[in-house]
């Protein structure tokens, strides 16, 4: 029997492996469970070691495996904000639907340093419908390896569903001052916003909300492989 700590933890790591391909760092399960330090979390990552729940890799850094999930999470959980469906270029897509829309490419955006703000439309795709759901959507094409744990590469092209604000954890545009665009996963740290990367190598950047202007988010990845 877990405590509701451990379930809430052993829950997050899943979702996010689920999501990323990679378990969260000490500093995400931390602000997931709202801990006031990190040594909370050592002691609950023993804890489901030790009831066979989960297991370190040995020599990988952030490596952890679920092993099992308590019997009442099979009723399943909420969706997290990006899973990836990745559509490999040269394939049909076989999405559960014949249905298609063209989408606009409107450039470049960064998966790094921020670069330009997005461009006007210089190509379209064709994408199934059932990958899309409701609302207006466009792509990008991304530059950069920030975003790498969260499984997206240089060189990937993005669907964005556009919008203007955002739930904190979601991956999005962000308009950096009006002048540059990135992709990063949005948090709201109190009164500021960070834009956090998925690659230990970057740092994660902090603004003010007067700064940062959302223009949609992320549901989807086609990636060309040659």
Known sequence: MLTKK?????????ERIQETGVSPSFDEMKEALD???????????????????????????????????PETAAAGRPRGPFRPQVV????????G????????????IAAG????????????????EAMLGSGDHYMLEIEGDSMIEAGIHNGDFVVIKR???????????????????TLKRFRKKGASIA???????YETRIYSPEQIDVQGKLVGLIRRYH
Do not use: C, W, Y
Request: glycine share 8%; no cysteine.
């Open 6 to 14: 451990q379930h809430e933890l052993l829950m997050f790591i899943h």
């Open 35 to 69: 801990l006031a330090s990190k040594s909370g979390i050592h002691r609950l990552i023993t804890a489901l070691e030790e009831r066979g729940f989960i297991r370190r890799l040995p020599h990988r850094a952030r490596a952890l495996e679920v092993v099992k999930l």
């Open 88 to 95: 490999e270029g040269g394939r049909p897509a076989d999405l």
């Open 97 to 108: 639907s014949s249905e298609v829309r063209e989408l606009p490419l409107l450039g470049k």
């Open 113 to 128: 340093s921020p670069i330009s703000a997005i461009e006007h439309e210089r190509d379209r795709f064709s994408i199934p």
């Open 163 to 181: 919008g203007d604000t955002a739930s904190s954890g979601e991956i999005v545009v962000a308009l950096v001052e009006g002048e540059e665009a």
């Open 195 to 201: 834009l956090e990367p998925a690659n230990a190598a």
